[in-house]
């Protein structure tokens, strides 16, 4: 160390110990010094013995602490020190929260209110959003005890209460904060990640929470009355007030219903908001804002580690657009309170998740709320009983494993007595990844995908575990095989817990394969691998499935008198099988149809047909990628995983002997072409099916519209391969790749999970 620096530092050290040995010294937080200080500019010291310091070499004081290091860096950076004023700007605005404005003023800032409160409901901090108005600071600081104490004027004696700030205004505000407190707490009782869906945070303010919503309702009121009185305002201008005052109370009374679901919320509520959504939207024009009322200088009151903060600006035609599909999602969404079997719930959860946009936060969290309320299903249902409803409406129909009477026997030695504590304990066991599945359905798309990928490891465990206890079972219901017929003369048992969760094994792995197209997830040079992978998942679970349904027709042809009650169930099992095999099926036929498509994509280039390749990825590899892409399937013992040679030997463009490039070309094009007839034939048909045969009750218009939104990929696939076609068998004097043009769907798709590529010529 050089002597400059030793001597800096041994001239701190002596300060520090003339401190110790004299407290008197010390720097008093609550006395000002006696003496005034001569202040000397060191900064020329500090940069000569800083001068001398060696690359990486550090001066270490101990009374200098790695806290106030960093607190020092975030002094005086408009970025990090929310106290940082630039030259002119005034610590505090002028804006004076009781200077009288005018009735259009009123409208404006009521609609930049919504705007705030909008925004954060998408997500963005109270610190952005509604905790930048003047007004709603004064509100809420310092806490009220009392609600009159929740007044603009508080610190300055009586309010004004004939004024339209105080009676309206006021009134709106404190109805949106206890809009606010209701959502905040409805949110906070479910799963959701913070700060990705949700920001939590209220800055030691409170939400007036300890206030009934009874009491602001009568001040919505009273300012209903106060503006019908005053003829002084225009009645367009009255027109405009009185709808966002009745907006709000229609609000209030929705959110708070949806808190308290033991009251048989409806969602008549909810529609009744929407009703006036049209006359909102049409007396915008009469709002005048407010800029001035608003600012993010209140962040530095606020009680916050985070870094200042710009204001959120959401526009008004935004805003209204996310109310009008928060309060459609909010009526909707009551629609799973009516139980029609767990694969209704089940279809009502991943449908609903899947409209565009997506459900805000808020009801994916009361969707949640719905479904498990009370800890029972849909506030009736035990765990047990939609446990016992999927197995029967699966694997087991009217099947003695699921006999309720079982329960109801006492001797130990009776085989109905093992089967009900068996089926008690694997109740027990596979209740939670049930549960979980409901769950991440409810979960925003990425997440889902995600929570999905971890969930699929829990439901191998429940295969293998299941698959031990049906070989337990069979001791007691006295289970006979079936033989194959061949010479081997292999036992073939039926298995059904096992099967019963290789089912949903299969069905989230296809749920994850189609996120990843919805998501964007893998590159276009990975689209023909996928969904020929997507297509071989259905494969198995189409064998799956005429396995399963081979076992059930056995047993309802060995009951011999069965009860108007058996018939019913046997008969329900049988729709569920076939309508899942037609959909199995479709999928399986669209999705080889868009592999060779994809293929062609990719293979064309290579045949310099097109010119449109992709680029070249650093660091990255074909059989890196397709590592990364099958990860979350690597734990699984079935089905199979591909390894990278077969998905290349079977996405791969290979000439025959003799065989020129347009020949390979159109026939890949004829199966692709054929593979899209049998699956837009599937898909038509899956159209028409019942709504109770398909499971979709609660959500048929919802189910419809997607299967016709896959029809319409079917169309736009065969669109594709004629123009392909026809461009090759056309002859051409320009080169085919200069006739041809083919493009990758960058937008929104006719479905999400089928990106159908634009040929055009």
């Known amino acids: 160390m050089s002597a400059d620096v030793v001597q800096l530092h041994l001239a701190a050290d002596q300060d520090f110990d003339a401190i110790e040995r004299d407290p008197e010294t010390r720097p008093s937080k609550g006395k000002k010094a006696a003496q005034k200080t001569d202040a000397r500019d060191i900064s020329w010291d500090f940069r000569t013995a800083a001068s001398a310091l060696k690359t990486g070499q550090l001066v270490k004081d101990p009374y200098f602490t790695l806290f106030e290091a960093v607190g020092a860096l975030e002094i005086m950076d408009s970025k990090m020190d929310s106290g940082y004023l630039t030259d002119g700007e005034k610590l505090e605005d002028d804006f004076d929260v009781l200077h009288e404005v005018l009735p259009e003023e009123i409208v404006g800032l009521m609609d930049q209110i919504l705007c705030l409160e909008m925004a954060w409901h998408m997500g963005y901090p109270l610190s952005q959003s509604l905790f930048t108005s003047y007004h709603i600071d004064r509100l809420l600081w310092p806490n009220p005890k009392v609600l009159d104490e929740a007044s603009f004027d508080r610190h300055r004696g009586a309010r004004r209460e004939s004024s339209c700030l105080h009676v309206v205004y006021r009134a709106y505000c404190l109805a949106v904060i206890k809009c606010c407190d209701y959502v905040h707490r409805r949110i906070g009782t479910e799963h959701y990640y913070e700060e990705e869906d949700f920001v939590s945070n209220l800055y030691n303010r409170n939400f007036l929470t300890h206030f009934n919503e009874v009491d602001i309702r009568k001040l919505l009121d009273e300012a209903l009355e106060y503006t019908e009185r005053q003829a002084s305002i225009e009645e367009v201008t009255r027109y405009a007030i009185s709808t966002r005052l009745n907006l709000r109370r229609r609000m209030l009374d929705a959110v708070a219903s949806d808190l308290d679901l033991s009251k048989n919320a409806q969602s008549q509520k909810w529609m009744q908001c929407l009703e006036l959504l049209p006359k909102l939207h049409g007396s915008h024009h009469v709002a005048k804002a407010v800029k001035e009322a608003f600012t993010i200088k209140i962040q530095r009151r606020m009680a916050s580690s985070v870094p200042p903060r710009p204001m959120v600006e959401i526009d008004f035609e935004d805003a209204h657009t996310f109310l009008k599909h928060l309060c459609r999602d909010a009526a909707d969404v009551y629609n799973v309170i009516e139980y029609h079997g767990s694969s209704n719930i089940l279809n009502f959860a991943y449908i609903f998740q899947s409209r565009k946009p997506q459900p805000s936060i808020y009801i994916r969290c009361l969707l949640q709320s719905l479904i498990f309320h009370d800890m029972k299903i849909l506030g009736s249902v035990t765990i047990t009983k939609l446990i016992f409803d999927d197995l029967e409406e699966l694997t087991l129909p009217a099947d003695v494993l699921l006999d309720p009477a079982n329960g109801d026997v006492e001797a130990p030695h009776d085989p109905r007595f093992q089967i009900a504590q068996a089926m008690r304990e694997h109740v027990l066991r596979i209740g939670d990844p049930f549960l979980d599945m409901f769950r991440a359905l409810c979960m925003n798309r990425s997440r889902m995908r995600r929570m999905l990928c971890h969930l699929i490891v829990d439901w191998e465990n429940v295969q293998l575990e299941a698959e031990n206890l049906d070989m337990k079972l069979r001791n007691y219901t006295g289970e006979r095989p079936l033989t194959d017929g061949e010479a081997t003369a292999a036992e073939v048992w039926s298995f059904p817990l096992s099967s019963w969760a290789y089912y949903y094994k299969l069905r989230q792995m296809e749920w994850i394969i189609q996120m990843g197209f919805e998501l964007r997830i893998y590159q276009n040079d990975e689209l023909?691998?996928?969904?020929?992978?997507?297509?071989?998942?259905?494969?198995?679970?189409?064998?799956?499935?005429?396995?399963?349904?081979?076992?059930?027709?056995?047993?309802?042809?060995?009951?011999?008198?069965?009860?108007?009650?058996?018939?019913?169930?046997?008969?329900?099992?049988?729709?569920?099988?076939?309508?899942?095999?037609?959909?199995?099926?479709?999928?399986?036929?669209?999705?080889?149809?868009?592999?060779?498509?994809?293929?062609?994509?990719?293979?064309?280039?290579?045949?310099?047909?097109?010119?449109?390749?992709?680029?070249?990825?650093?660091?990255?590899?074909?059989?890196?990628?397709?590592?990364?892409?099958?990860?979350?399937?690597?734990?699984?013992?079935?089905?199979?995983?591909?390894?990278?040679?077969?998905?290349?030997?079977?996405?791969?463009?290979?000439?025959?002997?003799?065989?020129?490039?347009?020949?390979?070309?159109?026939?890949?094009?004829?199966?692709?072409?054929?593979?899209?007839?049998?699956?837009?034939?599937?898909?038509?048909?899956?159209?028409?099916?019942?709504?109770?045969?398909?499971?979709?009750?609660?959500?048929?218009?919802?189910?419809?519209?997607?299967?016709?939104?896959?029809?319409?990929?079917?169309?736009?696939?065969?669109?594709?391969?004629?123009?392909?076609?026809?461009?090759?068998?056309?002859?051409?004097?320009?080169?085919?790749?200069?006739v041809l043009k083919v493009e990758m769907p960058s937008g929104k798709a006719y479905h999400e999970f089928w990106l159908v590529p634009k040929v055009s010529l």
Request: aromatic letters at 8%.
């Open 528 to 738: 023909s691998g996928m969904y020929w992978y997507l297509g071989n998942v259905a494969a198995a679970k189409i064998q799956h499935l005429e396995r399963i349904q081979t076992f059930v027709m056995r047993r309802f042809k060995q009951t011999k008198k069965r009860s108007p009650d058996q018939k019913k169930r046997f008969n329900r099992c049988f729709s569920f099988l076939d309508v899942t095999l037609l959909e199995s099926s479709a999928t399986q036929w669209f999705a080889i149809a868009l592999s060779k498509s994809m293929e062609l994509y990719t293979g064309l280039s290579h045949f310099s047909l097109i010119t449109d390749r992709c680029e070249p990825v650093p660091y990255s590899t074909p059989e890196l990628r397709h590592a990364l892409r099958i990860r979350p399937f690597m734990q699984l013992s079935i089905p199979e995983l591909p390894s990278y040679a077969e998905l290349s030997d079977a996405t791969s463009m290979t000439r025959s002997v003799g065989e020129t490039d347009e020949d390979q070309v159109l026939s890949m094009l004829d199966i692709a072409e054929e593979a899209t007839k049998v699956a837009r034939k599937d898909w038509e048909a899956l159209g028409k099916v019942e709504a109770e045969k398909a499971r979709c009750v609660n959500c048929e218009e919802w189910w419809r519209a997607s299967v016709k939104d896959v029809v319409r990929a079917c169309i736009a696939c065969s669109i594709a391969t004629a123009t392909m076609k026809k461009a090759i068998k056309t002859p051409h004097t320009k080169p085919v790749h200069e």
